[in-house]
């Protein structure tokens, strides 16, 4: 919840300022266009000098089928491995747990840190993997320790939004990726075992010197997912990917079955919107069925010749006897 609202609002009019102050971060923030408005936590009190005032609290993502993949590692990306209930630290053989809220985390980070990578490029700027320890900012302190005074501060200021839970302030993409002591998608909340998987866990120092173009997880089924910003109602409508290769389109759907309409087969004088219109059958006047009268016309049927009937003074003469043979 933004901590900006007055008691007396209505639940209307705190949306409203919600929208609005989101609004004016992204304005000031280009980078944080494209979030979500639902990961959105604070935006006031943030100590990160540098980057923008702002506090994320994503949604929990699982793995889903539904997001594009590809088989292999992309170039120039950063692997975070959730493929395993567990990881272990580069060189070591100790296992550490990977929990659901571990693994939703991890995948929140790539997808935000996804999204600052793209528009860094878009800026024409392309960011090197560094190391934190041996890379000094301006002031002559190191990347990584101007970072860890930051983070100090942070949580020292909201210890709501980290300490309750035993969260880490998680940077936005991590320092040696960024190469900035500050965040430069503000700041998430994140679990100890995240915080250490999606850099140090992955081996991340593996690519320093080395250009970044994005992260991706390898989820279990062992395909690796490249990950957006996406809110749950959103589903599969959010920004498509185009570094991640796309599914085949599904099959066509089949076309529905004829059916006629039900005025075709009650009245076959009705003209049906899809067919011709058939003939009307010949249907023989009603008089015709009466044989009472053969001498009356019929609209359809030739008139029959009237039959030869005998006169009257006909039938009164007497019937001539039959002749006899000779």
């Known amino acids: 919840m933004l901590d900006y609202y007055s008691p007396q609002q209505s639940a209307a009019e705190r949306e409203e300022a919600r929208g609005a102050q989101i609004a004016r971060v992204q304005g000031e923030h280009p980078q944080l266009a494209d979030i979500p408005p639902d990961y959105f936590a604070e935006t006031r009190g943030v100590h990160n000098p540098g980057g923008p005032p702002v506090r994320l609290a994503p949604p929990m993502r699982p793995a889903s089928p539904v997001d594009r993949a590809e088989p292999r590692t992309p170039p120039g990306h950063h692997v975070i491995d959730l493929s395993q209930p567990t990881f272990s630290l580069p060189g070591k053989t100790k296992p550490y747990p990977i929990s659901e809220e571990t693994a939703s985390h991890a995948r929140q980070y790539a997808a935000i840190s996804n999204r600052w990578l793209d528009h860094e490029r878009t800026q024409g700027r392309r960011r090197t993997v560094i190391n934190p320890a ?193």
């Open 134 to 326: 041996k890379t000094a900012t301006a002031s002559g302190t190191s990347v990584g320790k101007a970072a860890s005074a930051i983070t100090a501060r942070e949580r020292e200021r909201a210890p709501h939004a980290y300490g309750e839970r035993h969260h880490y302030v998680g940077h936005l993409p991590d320092s040696s990726a960024s190469g900035v002591a500050h965040s430069p998608m503000g700041f998430m909340g994140i679990t100890p075992e995240a915080n250490t998987l999606v850099g140090y866990g992955s081996n991340i120092g593996a690519m320093t010197g080395r250009p970044i173009e994005g992260m991706v997880v390898r989820e279990a089924t062992g395909r690796v997912h490249r990950y957006q910003p996406k809110s749950p109602s959103m589903g599969a409508a959010a920004a498509p990917d185009p570094h991640t290769a796309h599914a085949a389109p599904p099959f066509p759907a089949p076309a529905p079955p004829f059916m006629p309409h039900p005025s075709a087969a009650a009245d076959p004088h009705v003209a049906h919107p899809l067919l011709p219109n058939p003939a009307p059958p010949v249907v023989p006047h009603e008089s015709a069925a009466a044989p009472a009268d053969p001498r009356v016309a019929h609209p359809h049927l030739p008139n029959p010749a009237p039959p030869v009937r005998p006169h009257e003074s006909a039938a009164a003469a007497p019937t001539p006897p039959d002749s006899e043979e000779d």
